[in-house]
T-cell receptor, first 110, second 108 residues
Framework: SQTIHQWPATLVQPVGSPLSLECTVE??????LYWYRQAAGRGLQLLFY??????ISSEVPQNLSASRPQDRQFILSSKKLLLSDSGFYLC?????????FGQGTRLTVV | EDQVTQSPEALRLQEGESSSLNCSYT??????LFWYRQDPGKGPEFLFT???AGEEKEKERLKATLTKKESFLHITAPKPEDSATYLC?????????FGAGTTVTVRA
């Protein structure tokens, strides 16, 4: 069966520090992959999506970037974090019409 | 641009009191409408995907229906463990666009 791994679960980082969040999927090939951010009490904002290795589409201009170095690996990065980057980051994958989420990373920038 | 509007924002129910959540959408070429359940501090849990008007899917006390402009999530005889935020999303091309969610609280 397919599973999605996202880590770390929580992260506290100082302003100006770099960021790397990783997401990996098991049990499927060539899935669509997504990064979302959810602010407290709000809906999910799509940040990036990828339909294949090296193919990244950005939805919102911001301080973040994404990469897909392998078929089932999706990485969210920042060179210098801002306070406004705090939030709940969720990775998702889609295959054969259904879409599943990881358990998320709670990022607090201090 | 795809848009999803969910109503109501919050719903308080007595145990056993059935109700419905609404998801209105505009999308260019619907490829799927998704329902999720989200508990506080957790990632969304997949419930259903609906693909065409008239389609219905059920899971335990939940039933999702789809028309050309909206979807309903019916909760029949809810229990306290059904308390959660329910999210609706549409897929137009490759993107999933989400509504803000409906927070359901079921009191015993």
């Amino acid at each position: 069966s397919q599973t999605i791994h996202q880590w770390p679960a929580t992260l506290v980082q100082p302003v100006g520090s770099p960021l790397s969040l990783e997401c990996t999927v098991e049990g499927t090939s060539n899935p669509n992959l997504y990064w979302y951010r959810q602010a407290a009490g709000r809906g999910l904002q799509l940040l990036f999506y990828s339909i294949g290795i090296g193919q990244i589409s950005s939805e919102v201009p911001q301080n973040l970037s994404a990469s897909r170095p392998q078929d089932r690996q999706f990485i969210l990065s920042s060179k210098k974090l801002l306070l406004s980057d705090s939030g709940f980051y969720l990775c998702a994958w889609m295959d054969s019409g259904d879409a599943f989420f990881g358990q998320g990373t709670r990022l607090t920038v201090v | 641009e795809d848009q999803v509007t969910q109503s109501p924002e919050a719903l308080r129910l007595q145990e056993g009191e059935s109700s419905s959540l609404n998801c209105s959408y505009t999308v260019s070429g619907l490829r799927g409408l998704f329902w999720y359940r989200q508990d506080p501090g957790k990632g969304p849990e997949f419930l259903f995907t609906l693909y065409s008007a008239g389609e219905e899917k059920e899971k335990e006390r939940l039933k999702a229906t789809l028309t050309k402009k909206e979807s309903f999530l019916h909760i029949t005889a809810p229990k306290p463990e059904d308390s959660a935020t329910y999210l609706c999303a549409v897929q137009g091309d490759y993107k999933l666009s989400f509504g803000a969610g409906t927070t359901v609280t079921v009191r015993a």
